[in-house]
């Protein structure tokens, strides 16, 4: 199981978290996401090593932005 940990910047409310977990989500390999509502602090457990610029682009689609 690989881990990656990063912040999104630009959380404001449930609807914003709501739609990074699910852009996190269908990136393949991905189990399992958190995303701290305060923080912005994430963490995404998958079966494989995700690319970091397949991670931003992802959010970018839900107009998320992630910062290592």
Same mark, same amino acid.
């Given at each position: 199981?690989? =881990?990656? *940990?990063? *912040? ?5 409310? %449930? ?6 977990? @699910? @852009?996190? &989500? ?6 399992s996401? &958190? ?12 079966e494989?090593?995700?690319?970091? %610029? ?5 959010? @970018? *689609?839900?107009? &998320?932005?992630a910062? =290592?």
């Open positions: 199981m690989f =881990k990656n *940990k990063f *912040k999104i910047t630009n959380l404001t409310c %449930e609807a914003c978290i709501k739609l990074s977990n @699910a @852009a996190l &989500k269908s990136l393949p390999g991905v189990k996401v &958190k995303v701290d509502s305060n923080t912005g602090e994430t963490e995404v457990d998958s494989q090593e995700l690319n970091w %610029e397949d991670i931003k682009e992802s959010l @970018a *689609k839900v107009d &998320k932005i910062q =290592k």
